[in-house]
C-alpha cells in the first residue's frame, strides 16, 4: 500500500518555525516531483514548495526565502522547513508525491497554526 504521512505540525507563535516532515512507503519515489501544498480557512488548496526528481526547487512567492524544501532519496522522505512564520501561513499541509496524472499520492495532511 502506497503511503504519504505527515509530522511535525502544530502551533506555533508569528516569527517561530517549524519542520514538516512526510514520509513515503510502498515504493520508491526517488523519479517523483515531491511537494507541499496547504489549504487555509476558506481557500482552495495552493502549491507552497516542490522538489523535482533533480532537485530543482520551486516557492510560491508567498513563502521565497521563508520556507525551504528538502528530500532524502534513499529514505523517500520530504520536508519543509518553515522560518518566520506569519498568520497567514496558517492551514494545513498536504504532502504530494506525483509522476503524472495518474500517478500522483496525497498524504492526509497536518495542521499548522501560527497564532499568538
Known amino acids: 500500500q502506497v503511503r504519504l504521512v505527515e509530522s511535525g505540525g502544530g502551533l506555533v507563535q508569528p516569527g517561530g518555525s517549524l519542520r514538516l516532515s512526510c514520509a513515503g512507503s510502498?515504493?520508491?519515489?526517488?523519479?517523483?516531483?515531491m511537494a507541499w501544498y496547504r489549504q487555509g480557512p476558506g481557500k482552495q488548496r495552493e502549491l507552497v514548495a516542490l522538489m523535482t526528481s533533480g532537485g530543482v526547487t520551486t516557492y510560491a512567492d508567498s513563502v521565497k526565502g521563508r520556507f525551504f524544501i528538502s528530500r532524502d532519496y534513499t529514505k523517500d522522505t520530504v520536508s519543509l522547513q518553515m522560518n518566520s512564520l506569519k498568520p497567514e501561513d496558517t492551514a494545513v499541509y498536504y504532502c504530494?508525491?506525483?509522476?503524472?496524472?495518474?500517478?500522483?499520492?496525497w498524504g492526509r495532511g497536518t495542521q499548522v497554526t501560527v497564532s499568538t
Open positions: 504530494n508525491a506525483n509522476r503524472g496524472p495518474t500517478l500522483t499520492y
Open positions: 510502498g515504493r520508491s519515489f526517488s523519479s517523483y516531483v
